[in-house]
T-cell receptor, first 112, second 113 residues
Framework: GQQVMQIPQYQHVQEGEDFTTYCNSSTTLSNIQWYKQRPGGHPVFLIQLVKSGEVKKQKRLTFQFGEAKKNSSLHITATQTTDVGTYFCAGLKETSGSRLTFGEGTQLTVNP | NAGVTQTPKFQVLKTGQSMTLQCAQDMNHNSMYWYRQDPGMGLRLIYYSASEGTTDKGEVPNGYNVSRLNKREFSLRLESAAPSQTSVYFC????????????FGPGTRLTVL
């Protein structure tokens, strides 16, 4: 079953509010990737984090990788309607070889 | 570059029918993947091919077979479709393994009646 847990499953915000999704693994990860999937579309890569405690920013998006490399978060500041979609984390376990494990995703809706 | 292409886009099958989902990439990537996506389940890996000539089972391989035809093409076959295989299927590729960006195709929406 899923070993990378993602919360919340759904998030509804008003445009301009902030949004955060969290990803947690029971085991240490080699790296973690984040993807965005628009409604009816396919997942699109956003970023990869590799180092313990790493923080990366892309405009209004901030990505963090935990010190223990077991959790990660994606924070969006001042959401816009273009942020609508489902955000997935995907972790590579240190012992898994070639398998990325995806979280269940957080579906974000933004009310204008 | 077309990136990752998949055919067909939609398919309806009856239980017991067989079909092959086609995937091709023009980015000269070594690794290719097949995922299925069900509501609330995220993406689950069915099979992957780390490089041309190799294939390995993922998390949910039962009921599926794959063929890495060449470096560009990776097909997924359902020998005897079941309603539980109703899903959206995504093919993806990456330069080399899971330690980098995966590029996804547009998906195939499969319904098994």
């Amino acid at each position: 079953g899923q070993q990378v847990m993602q919360i919340p499953q759904y998030q509804h915000v008003q445009e301009g509010e902030d949004f955060t999704t969290y990803c947690n693994s029971s085991t240490t990860l080699s790296n973690i990737q984040w993807y965005k999937q628009r409604p009816g579309g396919h997942p699109v890569f956003l970023i990869q984090l590799v180092k313990s405690g790493e923080v990366k920013k892309q405009k209004r998006l901030t990505f963090q990788f935990g010190e223990a490399k077991k959790n990660s978060s994606l924070h969006i500041t001042a959401t816009q309607t273009t942020d609508v979609g489902t955000y997935f984390c995907a972790g590579l376990k240190e012992t898994s070889g070639s398998r990325l494990t995806f979280g269940e995703g957080t579906q974000l809706t933004v009310n204008p | 570059n077309a990136g990752v292409t998949q055919t067909p886009k939609f398919q309806v099958l009856k239980t017991g029918q067989s079909m092959t989902l086609q995937c091709a990439q023009d980015m000269n990537h070594n690794s290719m993947y097949w995922y299925r996506q069900d509501p609330g389940m995220g993406l689950r890996l069915i099979y992957y091919s780390a490089s041309e000539g190799t294939t390995d089972k993922g998390e949910v391989p039962n009921g599926y077979n794959v063929s890495r035809l060449n470096k560009r093409e990776f097909s997924l076959r359902l020998e005897s479709a079941a309603p539980s295989q109703t899903s959206v299927y995504f093919c993806a590729s990456s330069v080399q393994g899971p330690r980098g960006e995966q590029f996804f195709g547009p998906g195939t929406r499969l319904t098994v009646l």
